[in-house]
């Protein structure tokens, strides 16, 4: 079990977190990655041991790098992101779903599909639900492709 952040460390990472959900809100992306990466650099080492706030900050600077397309940190923080949700394999949906969306929306096409399929492997089709649905498709497509 993961250690619950000191109230007086998460009120401050919360106010930096909602400075960057307002920045990014209003289309200020890389001020939304400054605010987080600030949040960021108040966990207490080692910042991955702690509750809840790794897991949720990983995700979102993944999100964030990838919105500004920089393929070098979304590729960094999505392997920190699945070492926060204790997945250095990959095999966790969540971890696997953020990947995946990740990787297609930078245009990395064969390293998205390679996620897919891995998705597919473990989940099944179940693995891809409401708007996921689209990617069960793209990996669909590919498998079709491949197999000509």
Do not use: C
């Amino acid at each position: 079990m993961k250690n619950t952040l000191p109230s007086a460390i998460s009120g401050k990472v919360d106010l930096l977190l909602k400075e960057a959900r307002v920045r990014h809100q209003s289309g200020d992306v890389a001020g939304a990655i400054v605010s987080a990466l600030s949040a960021w650099e108040l966990l207490p080492e080692p910042r991955l041991d702690w509750d809840f706030y790794p897991q949720i900050m990983t995700r979102g600077l993944v999100g964030f790098y990838v919105e500004v397309n920089d393929q070098t940190n979304a590729r960094k923080w999505i392997e920190v992101m699945a070492n926060a949700y204790d997945d250095p394999n990959h095999e966790d949906h969540l971890v696997l779903m953020v990947e995946g969306e990740a990787y297609h929306h930078l245009g990395e096409r064969e390293r998205a599909t390679y996620v897919f399929t891995r998705i597919f492997e473990i989940y099944g089709e179940n693995g891809f639900e409401g708007d996921q649905k689209q990617f069960l498709a793209l990996y669909v497509h590919e498998q079709a492709g491949t197999q000509r």
